[in-house]
T-cell receptor, first 109, second 113 residues
Framework: GQNIDQPTEMTATEGAIVQINCTYQ??????LFWYQQHAGEAPTFLSY????GLEEKGRFSSFLSRSKGYSYLLLKELQMKDSASYLC??????????FGTGTRLTVIP | DVKVTQSSRYLVKRTGEKVFLECVQD?????MFWYRQDPGLGLRLIYF???????EKGDIPEGYSVSREKKERFSLILESASTNQTSMYLC????????????FGDGTRLSIL
């Protein structure tokens, strides 16, 4: 079976740093995606990791450890517009994705 | 910019009806996907397609079928709608390679009464 665990909700302060964790157990592994989804909108792509290590992209970074089945998304210099759900998704096979249930992040002033 | 267009934003149908949800993408993507999104359950894959006239079952295909007659269009069909199919339905497309992100449509909120 497939399983992805993420915290359901997180709250952080504007200007701070927040780390959203994702642990996975899947039948196969061909990479891990992070998506952002604002309420009532479509998910949008943030990052992709397939090798161990940190990928940095502006204020957002994503880390992967394949041996531990673990990833995190790091958001720096939080802004109010970062309030959204963050979805972790694994590529277990050829092209399909298996999604976690998402983490709802609330940024407070 | 990739554009994935779903035919309806909101749809209300009755139990037992046959329901068609349409999705069109304009970037010549090989892969297309249908998901449903429910609170506490996240995005779950219903069906996907790698090529025209080709389809694969996802994690929850029961009660659904799909059609891909043209590369740009992927249709989801609820053969006989039931109340437990009330949900947000999201279509996505991507290039063939597994490191390519999926691009999502705005979704169709379907209510079955």
């Amino acid at each position: 079976g497939q399983n992805i665990d993420q915290p359901t909700e997180m709250t952080a302060t504007e200007g701070a740093i927040v780390q959203i964790n994702c642990t996975y157990q899947t039948s196969g592994f061909n990479g891990l995606f992070w998506y952002q989804q604002h309420a009532g909108e479509a998910p949008t792509f943030l990052s992709y990791n397939v090798l161990d290590g940190l990928e940095e992209k502006g204020r957002f970074s994503s880390f992967l450890s394949r041996s531990k089945g673990y990833s995190y998304l790091l958001l720096k210099e939080l802004q109010m517009k970062d309030s959204a759900s963050y979805l972790c998704a694994v590529v277990p096979g050829a092209n399909n994705l298996f999604f976690g249930t998402g983490t709802r992040l609330t940024v407070i002033p | 910019d990739v554009k994935v267009t779903q035919s309806s934003r909101y749809l209300v149908k009755r139990t037992g009806e046959k329901v068609f949800l349409e999705c069109v993408q304009d970037m010549d993507h090989e892969n297309m996907f249908w998901y449903r999104q429910d609170p506490g359950l996240g995005l779950r894959l219903i069906y996907f397609s790698y090529d025209v006239k080709m389809k694969e079952k996802g994690d929850i295909p029961e009660g659904y079928s799909v059609s891909r007659e043209k590369k740009e269009r992927f249709s989801l069909i609820l053969e006989s709608a039931s109340t437990n199919q009330t949900s947000m339905y999201l279509c996505a497309s991507s290039l063939h390679d597994r490191d390519q992100p999926q691009h999502f449509g705005d979704g169709t909120r379907l209510s079955i009464l």
